[in-house]
């Protein structure tokens, strides 16, 4: 075997191991009964698709990932939580009563995109010689033609900071 093909073999055993994971901590997500440790489930599946990125060679993006949604957005989830005074313990009362009418209805979804993906692109397949990208083109394509969103955003989110922060001071 060459050194290269040596590396695919590990990437692919990464990209395995890494996504049980996720997979464990999205059905911990969905089946637990404390909010906060949801929240925390939740951080372990963004951060599995950061370490996915990092595996692609994106440390950028992976990066972005991990500054965007496990520092930012979960912090502002948390904190939304903390602010709306729920329990903090495990909770029954908050699963639906028609909890069993998802399966159907996510099994049905995932066949749908399964169908969807393989009629769109079929036997294609991902281009083996491409040369990597430097992060300032990557930054470029992103941040140029979005700036302006990527902006509002940042405010969005700043007002709602300051909002809770405001609320909770309010007491």
Do not use: C
């Amino acid at each position: 075997m060459t050194p290269s093909a040596d590396l695919l073999v590990a990437q692919n055993v990464g990209f395995y191991l890494i996504a049980a994971v996720m997979v464990l901590g999205a059905l911990r997500v969905v089946t637990t009964n404390n909010v906060v440790h949801a929240a925390l489930w939740l951080v372990v599946v963004l951060s599995g698709a950061a370490a996915q990125f990092v595996l692609l060679a994106a440390e950028f993006v992976a990066l972005t990932q991990v500054l965007v949604y496990v520092g930012a957005v979960m912090v502002l989830f948390l904190f939304g939580v903390m602010l709306t005074r729920a329990k903090i313990g495990a909770e029954r009362e908050l699963n639906n009563k028609g909890w069993f009418l998802g399966i159907p209805v996510s099994v049905l979804l995932l066949v749908t995109l399964v169908i969807a993906l393989n009629d769109g692109f079929g036997s294609e397949r991902m281009p083996v010689d491409v040369a990597p990208m430097d992060t300032a083109v990557v930054s470029d394509q992103i941040f140029g033609p979005y700036l302006l969103p990527f902006w509002a955003l940042s405010f969005v989110l700043l007002a709602a900071v300051i909002g809770a922060i405001v609320l909770a001071r309010r007491d």
